[in-house]
């Protein structure tokens, strides 16, 4: 059957764990096709980012219209913008209703500390983008700077995803996975539904691996939304897809700092066990270079 389409525009992450490539990879975990527009390069491992080359706005554009004047894309992710320019195209297209069930990740900052986003772009967000997202997706921090207040207990957290709803969303997730005071064990994100707060809650996995969690989140959210999901359903889908890819990540020794997650950990618990049910291969690997029985010039056409 042939899958529904979602397009994430976001920065590319040179270490794989991150940005345009944890969009594709969720999509793809999720049977979502995956398209993309990079905003952005980045070169940056699990340690942190070493350079931004960002990409001409008009550039990026382009990539957004090749895709959608061809493909049916039903649900739209955006990630690290990097640049004014870039956000105010983005938010031209949403404002012309190009970006269907749009979610929004402010990405501003990485999970390293290093700026993801030009500082004169913050008012542009509030005031350009955010009334467009069916789905904004801000992480603690970055939901302080925008409401320019400090938030330190979930009462606190919950007062500010009400307070980006009324900026225009139909939806706010306020993430807590750098957790307030009052909920260790748990990673707690509220979700402001256009009428009501609630909370979706999930155990804190202990792991440095989390590179990458909140673009896993919003692609995750997104790839829900392109396959019907509404949106109470999606973030909830989001949460728990994230939550197995932590846990799944959390196994793993990749890089010297926050190293990534494993989008595929359903997949592999799965192909594990039927791996084991086939018991061990009995085959013989080809040698490299191939076999050394074969003349390859006897392949060749005449
Ligand atoms: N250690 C953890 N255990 C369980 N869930 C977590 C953990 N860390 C983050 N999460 C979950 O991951 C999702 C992303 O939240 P987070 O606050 O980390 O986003 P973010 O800061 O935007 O991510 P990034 O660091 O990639 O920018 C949320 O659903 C959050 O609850
Ligand atoms: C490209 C890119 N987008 C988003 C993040 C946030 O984690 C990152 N580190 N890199």
Redesign the pocket.
Known sequence: MTPPVALTIAGSDSSGG?GVQ?DLKTFAALGVYGTSAVTALTAQNTQGVRAIHPVPADFVLAQVEAVLDDLPVAAVKTGMLATVEIVRAVANLAAGGRLPELVV?P?M???SGDRLLEPQAERLYLAALLPHAAVF??????AEVLLNTVIRTLGDQREAARALGALGPATV?V?????VADVAG????VVWDGDRVHE?R??????RN?????????SATAAALATGSDAHQAVGH??DF??GA??GGAAWRLGRG?GPLDHFADRRTRSAGVLRLNGPTSGQRRPVGGDPNVDPTQLLPP
């Not at 997706?137 to 970055?142: H, S």
């Not at 993430?175 to 957790?179: F, L």
């Not at 989390?210 to 919003?218: E, L, S």
């Open positions: 991150a944890a990740d990405v900052v990485s999970s997706t801000p992480n603690l921090r970055e997730v993430k807590g996975g750098h957790a748990e990673a707690v994100d979706l999930g155990h804190r996995i202990d792991t989390n590179h990458g969690t909140g673009c896993t989140f919003a989001a949460k994230v939550t932590i846990t926050h």
